[in-house]
């Protein structure tokens, strides 16, 4: 089996794992943004052979703040000690920004929720992380009407 992307990344550009702790709630957020978007587009991709304009509409029904702090919801009880942690820091955070179409509450749970995704990315917990992202679209409800 081979390396995992981040391993790659690290070994390419000879960077040195850093002590995530370390990182902001918000940094490991932004990170955590981009994976929970290449996971989405890369299902969506898989359903099948559509247009990008019904791909995009697709995707955005998942990567909404809205959406994410469902998923947040659904997967509180399935965290560990320290991926509460992450998304209490997450949540807790003062952004800068808030999203368009989505109160601050659930902007902030999307935040914290993001955090945790890319917590466990820099951690190379992707099985884990994974696992979470699954486990939440199981039980999610999407009305794609929205």
Do not use: C, W
Request: hydrophobic content about 35%; overall charge negative; cysteine-free.
């Amino acid at each position: 089996m081979g390396n995992t992307i981040l391993e790659e990344i690290n070994e390419k550009f000879s960077s040195a794992p850093k002590d995530i702790t370390s990182y902001s709630p918000l940094a490991l957020a932004f990170i955590g943004d981009a994976v929970y978007e290449l996971v989405v587009r890369t299902l969506v991709v898989e359903d099948g052979n559509v247009s990008p304009k019904k791909l995009q509409q697709k995707a955005t029904m998942y990567e909404k703040a809205v959406t994410q702090s469902k998923l947040a919801d659904i997967i509180q009880d399935e965290l560990t000690e320290d991926e509460k942690e992450i998304f209490r820091r997450g949540k807790n955070s003062s952004p800068h920004t808030k999203a368009k179409n989505a109160s601050l509450q659930d902007y902030l749970k999307a935040t914290g929720f993001e955090a945790v995704i890319g917590y466990l990315y820099l951690k190379g917990e992707n099985e884990r992380m994974l696992t979470l992202i699954k486990s939440s679209f199981d039980q999610l409800k999407i009305d794609s009407n929205s």
